[in-house]
């Protein structure tokens, strides 16, 4: 399995960025993917956070601004950032957990483990 991040880059304050990941590997369904970041100096924080079903869960500091999709059909989950701020600066990276994956043998094996893409940077200028 793996998650491939992209679309991050340099933006001025208000602008906009949409960040799209896609999941690829041996995969049925993926029960939770989100978006996570990391500023410099700072721990890892949620960011978005978005079921297969449709629910969704933002951090305080984004919501109203980004919003989070996913297209299930195609593993991917998208993070669509609006009136970015100059603390929104972070790498920013997808998450998955909860995969039901499919062995060699054809069994089904569902996947408690979180994992991650490699990050994208997003730089947010005053």
């Known amino acids: 399995v793996q998650l491939q991040a992209s679309g991050g880059g340099l933006v001025q304050a208000g602008g906009s960025l949409r960040l799209p990941c896609a999941a690829s590997?041996?995969?049925?369904?993926?029960?939770?993917m989100g978006w996570y970041r990391q500023a410099p100096g700072k721990e890892r924080e949620m960011v978005a956070t978005a079921t297969s079903g449709g629910s969704a869960n933002y951090a305080d500091s984004v919501k109203g601004r980004f919003s989070i999709s996913r297209d299930n059909a195609k593993k991917m989950v998208y993070l669509q950032m609006n009136i970015l701020k100059p603390e929104d600066t972070a790498v920013y990276y997808c998450?998955?957990?909860?995969?039901?994956?499919?062995?060699?043998?054809?069994?089904?094996?569902?996947?408690?483990?979180?994992?991650w893409g490699g990050g994208t940077l997003v730089t947010v200028s005053s």
């Open positions: 590997g041996s995969i049925l369904r993926i029960d939770n």
């Open positions: 998450n998955a957990r909860g995969l039901t994956t499919v062995l060699p043998s054809g069994e089904f094996v569902v996947d408690g483990e979180d994992y």
